[in-house]
């Protein structure tokens, strides 16, 4: 049997653990139709916590009830894709291509010789006149539009703001439509911050985290099992164990522990070798990526965090870096934003991700400032 574990960022696995109930009320805001609150939220979480995955399970499940779903990330020009994408949803659906009568040449006789008349482009419908005719369309036949936008917390200011005027609007109107975003939890509160994005304050807030160790333990023995590999309940938990409830280890840890398996049963040693793999593809694959994004400065207060085996205090930080605690502050403020660190109490911080300490301690040369 092919493996059934998908370790790749965004990648829809093969068992969603322990999101379902957010996907079941999702489709209870499908059914009560226009206007219901699940038809408009903001999806937060850390770095490789399955917010795409996320995103992606509620297109779906949209898709499975008839809705059309227009999947975008957040980026420049993100109105017209998505105005372009609205007209060629409609084409499809009626059946034709909808194209426009640009001109109209009429020849009569004038003195032997002839008169033409030539009509104006039609003007080019605006984003609200695309998109209401497709939820138009989509009403008459008992369905809606979803959208979903992924890394909202890096789309441009004025681009969300357009976007939230024209689906306020919609739904003001009683249009079939829903919005789905997800980012960054520091982030997107930064983002919300600006007032003219009021109207997404009011989206309701999922914020994923890890999920229960124990829902790990009956998710990978349940897909080892389906599949034909045998997981004892001791392997199992070992397993659930090393992958911190986070979601993306989740699925390297079983990819990993089933390529290292055989036939038969899941023995210990396929376990221990499939874990250890699991940990160095997460460091190459997470850490490295997301600590080459940050500046010395950050990286070093992350090594100074690395001594603690816990929560570390930021007074502590500050005299490990020989700096006021205030100057730390900042670059907390910036490691928060980017889903490094998460707040672990008054005063203090954590890592976002597991591993990433134990990762900071064997690459420490190579990432503190000179």
């Known amino acids: 049997m092919v493996n059934p574990f998908?370790?790749?960022?965004?990648?829809?696995?093969?068992?969603?653990?322990g999101r379902n109930r957010v996907i079941e009320e999702f489709l209870e805001s499908l059914d009560d139709g226009p206007g219901a609150p699940g038809l408009l939220e903001l999806i937060t979480g850390a770095r490789g916590v399955g917010k795409t995955v996320m995103l992606t399970a509620l297109g779906d499940a949209a898709r499975g009830r008839g809705w059309v779903v227009v999947d975008e990330t957040a980026r420049e020009g993100l109105m017209d894709r998505l105005g372009a994408e609205f007209?060629?949803?409609?084409?499809?659906?009626a059946g034709k291509e909808r194209s426009r009568l640009t001109s109209l040449s009429l020849s009569t006789p004038l003195g032997g010789g002839s008169a033409t008349i030539e009509h104006a482009p039609a003007p080019e419908p605006s984003w609200r006149q695309k998109a209401r005719a497709l939820t138009q369309w989509l009403a008459e036949h008992g369905t809606g539009l979803?959208?979903?936008?992924?890394?909202?917390?890096?789309?441009?200011?004025?681009?969300?703001?357009?976007?939230?005027?024209?689906?306020?609007?919609?739904?003001?109107?009683?249009?079939?439509?829903?919005?789905?975003?997800?980012?960054?939890?520091?982030?997107?509160?930064?983002?919300?911050?600006?007032?003219?994005?009021?109207?997404?304050?009011?989206?309701?807030?999922?914020?994923?985290?890890?999920?229960?160790?124990?829902?790990?333990?009956e998710a990978l023995k349940s897909t080892f099992d389906t599949g034909g590999k045998t997981l004892g309940n001791e392997l199992a938990q070992e397993?659930?164990?090393?992958?911190?409830?986070?979601?993306?280890?989740?699925?390297?840890?079983?990819?990993q522990v089933w390529k290292h398996s055989g036939e038969g049963p899941v023995t210990r040693p396929a376990v221990a070798a499939g874990t250890t793999a699991a940990r160095l593809r997460l460091g190459n694959l997470v850490h490295a990526p997301a600590l080459r994004d940050l500046s010395d400065v950050d990286r070093t207060m992350l090594v100074c965090m690395a001594k603690d085996d816990g929560p570390s205090q930021i007074a502590d930080i500050a005299e490990r870096m020989d700096r006021p605690v205030?100057?730390?502050?900042?670059?907390?403020?910036?490691?928060?934003?980017?889903?490094?660190?998460?707040?672990?109490?008054?005063?203090?911080?954590?890592?976002?991700?597991?591993?990433?300490?134990?990762?900071?301690?064997e690459h420490a040369a190579h990432l503190v400032m000179e």
């Open 146 to 217: 979803l959208l979903t936008i992924d890394e909202v917390h890096a789309i441009p200011r004025e681009e969300l703001r357009a976007l939230s005027a024209e689906v306020q609007h919609l739904i003001r109107e009683g249009a079939p439509i829903g919005l789905l975003m997800a980012g960054l939890p520091k982030a997107v509160e930064e983002l919300l911050n600006d007032d003219i994005t009021t109207f997404l304050r009011r989206a309701e807030r999922i914020e994923l985290s890890e999920v229960a160790i124990d829902d790990v333990r």
């Open 6 to 17: 998908k370790p790749t960022a965004g990648a829809t696995p093969p068992l969603l653990v």
């Open 326 to 361: 205030n100057y730390v502050s900042v670059y907390r403020n910036r490691l928060l934003a980017a889903g490094i660190i998460k707040t672990a109490g008054y005063g203090k911080v954590d890592f976002a991700a597991p591993y990433l300490r134990e990762y900071l301690r």
């Open 87 to 93: 007209t060629r949803q409609l084409s499809q659906l």
């Open 239 to 255: 397993c659930a164990n090393a992958t911190g409830g986070y979601p993306f280890m989740i699925q390297l840890v079983g990819y």
